[in-house]
């Protein structure tokens, strides 16, 4: 079945460094690619997407882009902030079960 | 705020006990879930309900049964878990079932201590 791999964490930064997560997925076709967040003490929520290849999603500073070829969606942001510190969760969806399949999350610190 | 609401925020039972987990959703959605969040898994889909109606079940334990009584409300009946069930349980909610195109609105889970 269709599956997440994601960087392990947890992913310790300096405010204001870049910022890389790496995200590789297993599919059948083409799936819509997704980054979440989990803030400490919530739920997820969605981040950005994109739909196909090539394309990027970006919100908040974050961007990733997808990648027929090598089948990524690394996540990046040029500066991080103390407030950016959350666990990093990649998804696709799968067409054929019509399910969202997430990675295992990457949590990330940045400190001041 | 999401606009779904879970409770209780943290569960501490021994393995005899039985407990429900609740979740509440009032963005009028037609689809809900249930996810498993373990340390260095994938996050695990436990359950599907679209329209009331489990679609859904990912071979997981019977000591683990869900109830949909409407679409705004979703529960999930725990009995004789094991230690190894311990973990943060997530609820979700989307306009409706089976379409990339949706956004999942995540609860804040219930943090499940099974001793």
């Known amino acids: 079945g269709d599956s997440v791999t994601q960087m392990e964490g947890p992913v310790t930064l300096s405010e204001e460094a870049f910022l890389t997560i790496n995200c590789t997925y297993t599919a059948t076709g083409y799936p819509s690619l997704f980054w979440y967040v989990q803030y400490p003490g919530e739920g997820l929520q969605l981040l950005l997407k994109?739909?196909?290849?090539?394309d990027k999603g970006s919100n908040k500073g974050f961007e990733a882009t997808y990648r027929k070829e090598t089948t990524s969606f690394h996540l990046e942001k040029g500066s991080v902030q103390v407030s950016d510190s959350a666990v990093y969760f990649c998804a696709l969806f799968d067409n054929y079960g019509q399910n969202f399949v997430f990675g295992p999350g990457t949590r990330l610190s940045v400190l001041p | 705020e999401t606009g779904v609401t879970q409770t209780p925020r943290h569960l501490v039972m021994g393995m005899t006990n039985k407990k429900s987990l609740k979740c509440e959703q009032h963005l009028g959605h037609n689809a809900m879930y249930w996810y498993k969040q373990s340390a260095k898994k994938p996050l695990e889909l436990m359950f599907v309900y679209s329209l009331e109606e489990r679609v859904e079940n990912n071979s997981v334990p019977s000591r683990f049964s869900p109830e949909c009584p409407n679409s705004s409300h979703l529960f999930l009946h725990l009995h004789t878990l094991q230690p190894e069930d311990s973990a943060l349980y997530l609820c979700?909610?989307?306009?409706?079932?089976?379409?990339?195109?949706?956004?999942?609105?995540f609860g804040s889970g219930t943090q499940l201590s099974v001793l």
């Open positions: 994109a739909t196909k290849a090539d």
């Open positions: 979700a909610s989307s306009q409706e079932r089976g379409n990339a195109n949706e956004k999942l609105f």
